[in-house]
């Protein structure tokens, strides 16, 4: 009977122990590591430039923000320029609104006197504006203008004529005017006046958005030949009131 005798092959004896295992460990991973650095190299990848290139984007990046900051902070300066010009602008418009209805007055007190003085040789104002007044509606943005005409002296026959309205502001920042065609729901253009003592007449007013009212003008045109308008300017101040 013949015995069939198997060849094994044993390396060394330090490779089966631990501290050869090891060795063989770093020895692959010290040949990965190698391998690995040669296909960067390989592929082109510059460590160093790739840092120097981090390190402009990043002063880059930090030139930007800066400029960034410089521009807030222009804007910041140019909203509050702006908000102070706005509020100086409002000042200036309200004492012109005053000094122009301070010198209506007087100058519907002149006339009156002129007449009275002279004789009737220059004719008194034969409509006065006694009233002037705006109060809001249930509606935001519509308003209602009050307007009490009266007849000075002792009247002894009814008077006729017409009174036009123009609402002053900004509108966007810049001057504006509104007509009564615009401001007014019926786009009349004028209002009609007929009595013999007062009247009291009503008129609302539709403003547009972004429209901000500083003050409004109200003329009153006598029919009477030879009758000087009167004219009045009453500053926007809405009565809560209504």
Same mark, same amino acid.
């Given at each position: %009977?013949?015995? $069939?005798?198997?060849?094994?092959?044993?390396?060394? *004896?330090?490779?089966?122990?631990?501290?050869? %295992?090891?060795?063989?460990?770093?020895?692959?991973?010290?040949?990965?590591?190698?391998? /690995?650095?040669?296909?960067?190299?390989? #592929?082109?990848?510059? #460590?160093?430039?790739?840092?120097?290139?981090?390190?402009?984007?990043?002063?880059?990046?930090? !030139?930007?923000?800066?400029?960034?900051?410089?521009?807030?902070?222009?804007?910041? !300066?140019?909203?509050?320029?702006?908000?102070?010009?706005?509020?100086?602008?409002? @000042? +200036?418009?309200?004492?012109?609104?005053?000094?122009?209805? @301070? +010198?209506?007055?007087?100058?519907?007190?002149?006339?009156?006197?002129?007449?009275?003085?002279?004789?009737?040789?220059?004719? #008194? =104002? $034969?409509?006065?504006?006694?009233?002037?007044?705006?109060?809001? $509606?249930?509606?935001? &943005?519509? /308003?209602?203008?009050?307007?009490?005409?009266?007849? =000075?002296?002792? =009247?002894?026959? !009814?008077?006729?004529?017409?009174?036009?309205?123009?609402?002053?502001?900004?509108?966007? &920042?810049?001057?504006?005017?509104?007509?009564?065609?615009? #401001?007014?729901?019926?786009? *009349?253009?004028?209002?009609? /006046?007929?009595?013999?003592?007062? @009247?009291?007449?009503?008129? !609302?007013?539709?403003?547009?958005?972004?429209?901000?009212?500083?003050? +409004?003008?109200?003329?009153?045109? =006598?029919?009477?030949?030879? *009758?000087?308008? +009167?004219?009045?300017?009453?500053?926007?101040?809405?009565?809560?009131?209504?």
């Amino acid at each position: %009977m013949t015995r $069939t005798q198997l060849l094994v092959l044993r390396g060394p *004896a330090w490779l089966a122990s631990r501290p050869g %295992m090891a060795l063989i460990a770093a020895a692959l991973l010290v040949f990965l590591a190698a391998l /690995y650095a040669f296909g960067r190299w390989h #592929a082109g990848f510059d #460590a160093r430039r790739a840092l120097d290139a981090q390190a402009a984007l990043q002063a880059t990046l930090g !030139e930007r923000d800066a400029t960034i900051a410089e521009l807030r902070l222009e804007v910041a !300066e140019l909203d509050t320029l702006k908000a102070a010009q706005d509020r100086e602008r409002q @000042e +200036v418009s309200k004492t012109i609104g005053e000094l122009q209805a @301070e +010198v209506a007055r007087q100058s519907q007190q002149l006339d009156f006197l002129r007449g009275v003085v002279t004789g009737g040789a220059a004719p #008194a =104002p $034969t409509v006065a504006i006694r009233e002037l007044r705006v109060t809001p $509606t249930q509606t935001p &943005g519509r /308003y209602l203008l009050r307007i009490a005409l009266a007849r =000075p002296g002792r =009247p002894e026959r !009814e008077v006729t004529g017409s009174v036009r309205i123009t609402v002053e502001g900004r509108r966007n &920042g810049r001057p504006a005017r509104l007509e009564l065609r615009e #401001a007014s729901p019926s786009r *009349a253009a004028q209002l009609t /006046y007929r009595f013999l003592y007062f @009247e009291n007449l009503e008129q !609302e007013l539709v403003l547009p958005t972004g429209f901000q009212p500083e003050r +409004v003008l109200v003329e009153v045109r =006598p029919a009477e030949r030879g *009758a000087a308008p +009167v004219t009045r300017t009453l500053l926007w101040a809405v009565d809560g009131s209504s």
